[in-house]
């Protein structure tokens, strides 16, 4: 399992727009690099991300060689009601992990 | 008389500019970067530094070698025993007659206490592991050097800091005491204060020890680098931080 920095505030209002952060540690290993023997490193990225509110999609992304290593992704969603937020993404070896935040969202709207 | 006295108050400043940086002016690399990259480092859920922090955390509780035994059992928590030590390094090393680098009493306490095989300087581990020690004294000033054993290796660091080396004959103090603060390409030329070590560097896409940042400078006047772990490292080491004295310590810094 890669380390990971999931950034989910754990109370918001009632439509409130929140910031999501997460920052995975991943080597992002492009696929055009040789190693000391002069072979080709195989590609090793993070080719798609995506985000559940609740079960219902409200984010992805899909990812390219270009993107750092421990890329960094950051997007904002409405929070309409208390539950789980959950960022899964795959990389090339077939690894897909998942990371869960609650979020508990308060009754009065926002003004 | 006027178009010459303010031509001498632009020599004044001129000097002033180049000379070494006083006590009141002196500037962590974090003040020379951009506010995308100081807010990079400013905040933990974003600093990718802090994914090695964590497995460091990690390695420190982890019990290893022959003797079977973490970090923990003998210091406990770091956050107390450790708190303030990354400020006094490198320290003085009774056994070895000179300063050793807080890498290499890392290094030191596993091999000694651990009886675990040593870590390859430069490793993940062994950054880790030092991210986290010296994590634990973020925001206290840095004290190393207060040890009157240390003056001579001090005195040989100053030596190396202002020798001029490799084909482009150039010193340390030729970029960072008489220029910082001007470009050099497209990057602003820092004061060399070493308080963020080690720093997650957005150039390499990982985390890096002051002595890979200080190899990377060598190369760039083409000079041969000092190898890991050598004095001429640890001296310079010690003088960079001695001189860097007061500024709070950053691990882990991001820098560009």
């Known amino acids: 399992m890669a380390r990971t920095l999931i950034n989910v505030p754990a109370t918001a209002k009632r439509g409130e727009v929140v910031e999501i952060k997460a920052l995975i540690s991943h080597p992002m290993e492009t696929g055009f690099r040789t190693g000391s023997d002069g072979a080709l490193i195989p590609r090793d990225i993070i080719h798609r991300f995506a985000c559940t509110y609740n079960g219902e999609e409200v984010f992805s992304a899909d990812l390219f060689p270009a993107i750092t290593a421990n890329p960094f992704i950051t997007f904002t969603t409405v929070a309409e009601e208390s539950g789980e937020i959950a960022l899964s993404w795959t990389d090339d070896q077939g690894n897909t992990q ?11 709207p926002v003004e | 008389m006027t178009v010459r006295r303010s031509s001498l108050a632009a020599a004044v400043i001129l000097l002033a500019g180049t000379a070494l940086a006083s006590d009141t002016d002196r500037r962590s690399g974090f003040d020379f970067m951009g506010p995308q990259t100081q807010a990079m480092q400013a905040d933990d859920t974003a600093n990718p530094g802090m994914l090695s922090v964590l497995d460091g955390e990690d390695l420190w509780n982890t019990p290893a070698g022959a003797a079977n035994r973490s970090c923990a059992d003998c210091h406990g928590d770091a956050a107390t025993s450790m708190r303030g030590v990354a400020t006094r390094y490198p320290s003085y090393d009774e056994k070895a007659k000179a300063p050793i680098t807080l890498d290499q009493r890392i290094l030191q306490c596993r091999a000694d206490r651990q009886e675990a095989p040593p870590l390859a300087w430069e490793s993940p581990d062994l950054l880790a592991l030092s991210a986290y020690v010296a994590h634990q004294s973020r925001g206290l000033p840095v004290e190393t050097g207060a040890d009157p054993q240390l003056t001579p290796f ?8 202002t020798q001029r080396q490799g084909q482009l004959d150039f010193s340390c103090a030729d970029c960072h005491d008489a220029n910082w603060g001007k470009r050099l390409g497209g990057a602003v030329i820092p004061q060399a204060h ?3 070590y080690p720093i997650y560097r957005l150039e390499w896409q990982a985390m890096g020890s002051l002595q890979r940042r200080l190899r990377n400078c060598m190369a760039g006047v083409r000079a041969e680098p ?6 001429e490292h640890t001296e310079l080491e010690l003088f960079l931080m001695t001189r860097a004295r007061g500024l709070p310590l950053e691990t882990p810094g991001v820098r560009p």
């Open chain 2, 226 to 231: 000092y190898g890991f772990g050598s004095p």
């Open chain 1, 98 to 108: 998942t990371e869960t935040a609650k979020i508990t969202v308060g009754q009065d």
């Open chain 2, 194 to 196: 070493p308080t963020g």
């Open chain 2, 154 to 161: 001090i005195d040989q660091g100053r030596e190396l800091f």
